[in-house]
């Protein structure tokens, strides 16, 4: 089991830049799948970005090229920077961890408890 804590939300102004952190506690963090998520008030949960054991990547056509997830095992930590930030990037963001990963977040069986990310004009 794992639990996960994000920090790092704000408010930034659009083109600005945000990094999000999601602290993991528990010694098997680094044979997850990682994943973030956001959800917009009144929408669904939406992929934004997956980190997978071996290293690869996959992002959401819509952050591609302005956000970036990485992951730090020795630190049990997963980063999103975003750069370039839109209105549109405006969501709770949450971090999450399963086995089999995907896109979809009906593949991840543990998850944050989000935080708040605002991008004003």
């Known amino acids: 089991q794992v639990q996960l804590v994000e920090s790092g939300g704000g408010l930034v102004q659009a083109g600005g830049s945000l990094r999000l952190s999601c602290a993991a506690s528990?010694?098997?963090?680094?044979?997850?799948?990682m994943g973030w998520f956001r959800q917009a008030p009144g929408k669904e949960r939406l992929f934004v970005a997956i980190?997978?054991?071996?290293?690869?990547?996959t992002y959401a056509d819509s952050v591609k090229g302005r956000f970036t997830i990485s992951r730090d095992n020795a630190k049990n930590t997963l980063y999103l920077q975003m750069n370039n930030l839109k209105l549109e990037d405006t969501a709770v963001y949450y971090c999450?961890?399963?086995?089999?990963?995907?896109?979809?977040?009906?593949?991840?069986?543990?998850w944050g408890q989000g935080t708040q990310v605002t991008v004003s004009s």
């Open positions: 980190r997978r054991i071996g290293g690869t990547t």
């Open positions: 528990g010694r098997t963090f680094n044979s997850y799948v």
């Open positions: 999450a961890a399963g086995n089999s990963g995907g896109t979809y977040p009906r593949y991840y069986d543990y």
